[in-house]
């Protein structure tokens, strides 16, 4: 067969074809903390509450790569005489996914990835974290499916006519924060790099979608980036109830739709009942039944 033959392209074709390319500073970064997580900074003097500054944390993401990924082979020799082959026997992805972000002059951005990295090595769970001063105390790392959730990165585009890439990437966490150097010299931007673990990432190119102006705010971004399939953050409910009293309880907004559509099959939450917390199944009721109130 043939290759392709020379032919003549307008200067129209190509202006069209060229204006129309994707820029790299048009993007979002959304995280979902577990609930462990998301306690932990909210109850351990850390004053640092994800639901109010979570959004804040994404959008000071100011690098982030899209993955990348590659095929292991074997060579295959022995098939046709003189030619070597090269069969994929495995996918491997890239390690780590790298961001960078600014850092808020609260200092938001250090305090809750370092408050996420103690919570998976222990500190504060295990022991206050004076505690840590000393230098022969030891860690006692969390389990995995405790600190471990997705990351979605999106593409789009400014026009948000077209089309957009949607990364999920599963079960990360992060691995490794970066040393900051701060200096007397010229000021300048203070940054903060975190490298994130993953086991692998799916990627999907959907059409953009419109919102209503009537929607709110925050739903309009979650629902145009991701659809009603990602859980959209937690809530705190505090209720002292008759029975014992349910305090903080974190409710999550997907478990509440698939209650809605599967009965009270309840997961396991991230509760603290009173004192009769063995046997308050009345007040974790009551407690739940607040957290549908909210919404």
């Not at 969390?142 to 948000?160: A, G, L």
């Not at 419109?210 to 739903?219: D, K």
């Not at 659809?227 to 409910?237: E, K, L, N």
């Not at 991230?270 to 917390?277: A, H, I, Y």
Request: glycine share 8%.
């Amino acid at each position: 067969m043939a290759g392709p033959r020379p032919n003549k392209v307008s200067t129209s074709h190509l202006v069209s074809r060229f204006l129309k390319v994707a820029q790299t500073s048009v993007y979002r970064v959304k995280f979902q903390p577990p609930l462990g997580v998301q306690n932990f900074l909210t109850r351990s003097l850390r004053g640092f509450d994800y639901t109010t500054f979570g959004r804040d944390i994404e959008i000071l993401c100011s690098e982030a790569s899209l993955p990348g990924t590659t095929l292991a082979t074997h060579d295959v020799t022995a098939d046709y005489q003189g030619v070597t082959e090269k069969m994929a026997y495995r996918r491997i992805y890239d390690e780590s996914l790298d961001l960078t972000f600014v850092v808020d002059k609260k200092y938001n951005v250090i305090e809750f990835f370092e408050g996420w990295i103690d919570y998976i090595s222990g500190v504060g769970l295990n022991g206050v974290r004076g505690a840590y001063e000393s230098t022969p105390i030891g860690y006692r790392m969390s389990y995995p499916t405790e600190y471990k959730n997705n990351i979605y990165v999106t593409k789009f585009e400014k026009d948000m006519q077209d089309k957009q890439l949607q990364y999920t990437f599963v079960d990360a966490f992060p691995t490794s924060i970066n040393s900051t150097p701060v200096s007397y010299a010229e000021s300048d931007v203070l940054r903060y790099n975190v490298s994130f673990s993953y086991v692998r990432y799916v990627r999907y190119r959907t059409a953009t979608q419109q919102i209503s102006p009537q929607q709110n705010l925050s739903t309009q971004a979650d629902q145009q980036l991701y659809g009603d399939t990602v859980p959209q953050g937690t809530v705190t409910a505090t209720r002292t109830t008759s029975t014992g009293g349910v305090q903080d309880i974190m409710v999550d907004r997907q478990l509440q739709r698939d209650a809605a559509q599967y009965g009270q099959t309840w997961p396991s939450y991230n509760t603290k009942v009173g004192s009769n917390r063995g046997r308050n199944s009345a007040a974790l009721q009551d407690g739940i039944n607040a957290g549908f109130s909210l919404f």
